[in-house]
């Protein structure tokens, strides 16, 4: 707040200062608001990695999941899902985890990211397409720190397309997912295998 209120104050002297000519005088007020729009704008925007959950989990442990290799995709009547995992994770898989009998490695992450869908416009047949996002569901291994749940700790964090800011979900203890993956427990507590590709 101290920075935009100087470089205001700044602008305002430099708009101001006499003797200018007005051709001068016009550009430096330019680059003067541009420099603040762009100082307040920085300090503005969300840092979705500053997010932690109400357990701790923090969003800036997935860092990069935007990117990570795609493990499965999966689809309920109100989203579209892309099941993505670090490379920790995908090294596992590929080492035949947990097929083999093998837990994941403390260090293994997994993202679901949702969508909801809607109809393609542009295809030639009918089908489903992502349209608004909308969570990150995560989990991440660290036996130490989550040892009642099978090592796995669960957060989510939704997106709100109106404001382009994610939350991190209040309801969402380390565990919440935990109930439902304990049907999964002799796979590690996890649902989706590594696709063939």
């Not at 990069?64 to 290799?69: I, K, N, P, S, T």
């Not at 093998?102 to 293994?108: E, I, K, L, V």
Request: charged residues 25%.
């Amino acid at each position: 707040m101290k920075t935009l209120a100087l470089l205001l104050t700044l602008a305002s002297v430099a708009v101001g200062y006499k003797g200018l000519a007005m051709k001068r005088k016009s550009k430096l007020t330019i680059a003067i608001a541009t420099a603040v729009l762009a100082v307040a704008t920085a300090v503005y925007a969300q840092d979705k990695y500053s997010l932690k959950s109400p357990s701790g989990i923090a969003f800036s442990d997935f860092r990069g999941y935007e990117d990570w290799a795609v493990v499965s995709s999966a689809r309920t009547d109100e989203v579209l899902k892309v099941i993505v995992a670090n490379p920790t994770m995908i090294k596992a898989y590929k080492a035949g985890v947990p097929g083999n009998g093998q837990p994941f490695p403390d260090g293994s992450k997994i993202a679901k990211l949702q969508w909801k869908p809607k109809k393609s416009t542009e295809a030639p047949f009918v089908v489903d397409v992502p349209d608004v996002f909308a969570q990150a569901f995560v989990m991440e291994k660290d036996g130490k720190r989550f040892p009642k749940s099978g090592g796995w700790g669960y957060a989510v964090f939704n997106y709100e397309a109106a404001s382009d800011k994610f939350t991190a979900d209040l309801k969402s203890p380390s565990d919440c997912g935990h109930t439902c993956h304990v049907a999964v427990k002799a796979k590690d507590y996890i649902f989706h295998p590594y696709q063939k590709r």
